[in-house]
Structure formats: C-alpha cells, structure tokens
C-alpha cells in the first residue's frame, strides 16, 4: 500500500469517526426530549388514562420497548427532573445516556458536579464501575447493606405440589430471569409437537441455568459479608 493510499484511507476514517460522534451526540440530545416527554407523561399520568398498568408499561406497548429498559427510562427521566446539571450536560449532547443512566442511580444536587468531571474523562464502563462502588460506599455510611448483599433466592414447595419463588436481584439480573421465565410460558403454551419439545427443554433449561445464577451470586454475596 502507497503512502497516499495510506493517506486517503486515514483520512476517510478520520472523517467517518467525526460524522459517528456528531450523529451520537445527536442521539443523546434526541434522547433528553424523549426523557423530557416520558417524565412530563409519567407526571400527569397519561399511561393510566390509557388503561395502562404503568408508565414502563405504556412505554412496552407504544414502542415496542423491553419492559427493563422502559424502567430505565422512567427512573432516569424522574430523576433528571431534580438533577439541572446532568440534565444539561445531556440536552447539550456533551454526555451520553449511559453515564447518565448510571449517574442517576446515585446522583444528588449535591454530588452531581463531582459526577459530571468523572463523567468527561472515563468511559461508560468505566463511570458504571465508579457510581456502583460509590452506591455500595454510600449505603454503608446510611447503615444499610449494600444490594449485592441483599439479593437471595427462595424456594418453597407448597402443599399441593406448586412452588413458590421468592427472589430479590439486580435490575440486570431479574431482566434475564423474567426473559427466560416468559419464553418457558410462551413454548408451553404454544400447541404440542414433536418439533417443539427440544425448544422448550431449552428455554427452561436457560430459566434454571438464570435463576441458578442469581442464587449462587446471592449466595456468594452473603457468604462475603
């Protein structure tokens, strides 16, 4: 390959890479008015006008959301009504809605400048990791076990041989459980057929393989503490 080969393809990708960031910050501008939307519908409770469960509900139904990432949206949507700053920071496209959704999980007036400064110099990775670890710091100053020492999973086999479950997981961690335990209902309740078995066997197999997950995390959470 020429030198101005080289070049040319240099300068295409610098190019390409400038127009990816603009139309992203561009999303994440669209996505505060969308959040905007959702909290101003959420205050004057259209979702129950509609005969709507809920406002996450609502949101599954009208576009077609996952029910977790509908939460999401509302959680993040109420709570940028009380944070101006990050609230800005995201109409200004300067941050993107995955720092923001993990800021909100532990943002106040107070401590959302000192969030916004880690927000521009770490990746989403990165300030998801750091709000978590703040989180878990926070509820030990209030006395209050952090959530990975608070999750579990019960069993209970009832007398008419039904089982009841009782768990307490994660936000991510429920999302796979209840995905799993949806796509069991879904292939049992679908007719019968040779072809059918070997679906569903898998799909509860995946709901045993979340829900053994989760117990062993919770597990795992409680033998640490």
């Known amino acids: 390959m020429g030198q101005g080969e080289l070049a040319e393809r240099r300068a295409r990708a610098e190019s390409l890479g400038d127009e990816i960031a603009t139309l992203v910050a561009t999303l994440d501008a669209t996505t505060h008015k969308l959040l905007c939307a959702i909290r101003a519908f959420d205050e004057e409770r259209g979702w129950a006008l509609q005969g709507a469960k809920s406002c996450a509900h609502w949101l599954t139904w009208r576009t077609g959301r996952g029910l977790h990432a509908a939460r999401e949206w509302v959680r993040v949507a109420n709570a940028l009504g009380e944070l101006p700053q990050i609230d800005a920071s995201l109409a200004a496209g300067s941050i993107s809605y995955t720092k923001v959704r993990a800021m909100t999980r532990v943002a106040t007036p107070d401590n959302e400048p000192l969030l916004l400064a880690q927000a521009k110099t770490a990746t989403g990775a990165q300030l998801e990791r750091v709000c978590a670890a703040f989180g878990s710091v926070k ?9 990975e020492e608070q999750r579990y999973v019960r069993r209970q086999t009832l007398r008419d041989g039904s089982v009841l479950v009782i768990a307490r997981l994660s936000p991510d961690e429920a999302a796979v459980v209840m995905d799993a335990l ?3 209902r879904a292939e049992l309740s679908a007719p019968s057929s040779e072809s059918s078995a070997p679906s569903s066997e898998s799909s509860a197999a995946s709901a045993e393989s979340s829900a053994a ?10 033998s640490s503490a």
């Open 139 to 147: 509820q030990r100053l209030d006395g209050k076990p952090p959530l």
């Open 182 to 184: 949806r796509a069991v």
């Open 213 to 222: 997950s989760a117990e062993s995390s919770a597990a795992s959470a409680e």
